[in-house]
């Protein structure tokens, strides 16, 4: 019986699968998600007093980059034991380092109680947030793609995507509600800690994954065939796939630059610059926010099952190009400081973003052969988070500050919508027989890099 085949046997499975990696990816993306609002919110004047609005606001939105760059290194550590020794222990791991770095950000005192080792101590807790992170995605990703009957490989996939908007959509809602309840000055003393603290409640999760969740038979499989190799022939799966995809790497790095760089400028910069720079409320601009996010949730499946019927890459360019385009109405949009057009803007920028993203776990995991997937996958998206995604409020501010207008950053997210247009036509599309435990429909398995006798 072929892998894809026992799959098909075992559908209660594999939904059991898929709903604990959406869970996992929801609450590491709502510790991830609520730096990214306290940055915007709070964290500036007090980690980083003395400064200006703006510079307060840079340096906050540059903590918040470090956790990005820390992902390479999280995608790296995760993904080399991820294909040594399974997807399911490592995604445990990084759950449990996220819960306890974020508990403690929570608990961290401001400038004014310990001085200087306060922003020191908040971009060492980012940086296991990064790491952390880094190394989460692929391997929950890796367990619902891997777990997917066959042909709904995107869908499944799209079940862990909707983890980024869930845990975008809790954080919100709760500094939503604090904001409601609480004055400015009690949000400013202890309201915003209130969402790290939360994170403690998710800890014995990572003990549920561990211990009641199985591994992918793929990753059996794959072990099974390692393990007649004799070991000295047997390398680090990061070597093997840089050495022998690395075109699939850059290809993965390059078509994601545009999802991440847009989806944080829209939650965290834009957040910014309508409440600092436009005078916006802040309730105002979380609730667009959350309601955009919302939809985004509801879309990622919707595309993600488009792309199990008609491919990934033509869900994915149209998405890219609704991106590209609408970015030169979305800002202006919002500048008028109307409620209904600044959720319209946000609305459709989200579809875009959804286009894209629903059918990227699929995309990546049919990218590499499944004893290089993990390290494969987790690199090419953390590189491309770290010197894209993670600066993005931080570049947003800074092209505002120069240019003086926000055509300057619509430009800037045009120039990668098509840089992952160009990088979408490198990405060759061969038939099924590619490899059997691709899971997809004919014609739709991605082969980038993909030894055809894995």
Known sequence: MSTQQAIATQPTRARRIAFAATAAASIEWYDFFIYATAAALVLGPLFFPGASPAAAVLASFATFGVGFVA???????????GDKVGRK?????????????TTLIGLLPSYDTIGVLAPIALVVLRICQGVSVGGQWAGAMLLATESAPPGKR???GSLVQIGVPIGMI???AVFLVLAAVLSDEQFMDWGWRVPFLLSAVFVPFAFYIHHRIDDTPEFKHAEEKLASQPLAQRRSPILDVLRQHPKAVLLATSVFLVIGVAFYML????LDYGTRALGISKGSMLAAV?????AMAAFLPLFAGLSDRVGRKPVYAAGAVVTGVWVFAMFPLVETGNQGLIILALLVAMLGLAMMYGPQAALFSEMFPAHLRYSGAS????????IGAGFAPFIMVLLLEWTGSSLSVAVYIAALAGLALISLAFITVTPEKVREDAGAAPGLVVAAGVDPED
Not at 71 to 81: K, L, M, S, T
Not at 290 to 294: A, H, Y
Not at 379 to 386: C, E, M, R, T
């Open 170 to 172: 809790l954080g919100n």
């Open 290 to 294: 959350l309601i955009s996010v919302g």
């Open 89 to 101: 222990p490592m995604l445990a791991i990084a759950l449990g380092l996220m819960a306890v770095a």
């Open 71 to 81: 992902r390479p290194i999280g995608g790296v550590i995760f993904g080399h034991f």
């Open 379 to 386: 690199l090419g998206a953390q590189i491309a988070n770290a």
């Open 267 to 270: 939650i965290a910069g834009l």
């Open 154 to 156: 995107g869908l499944y």
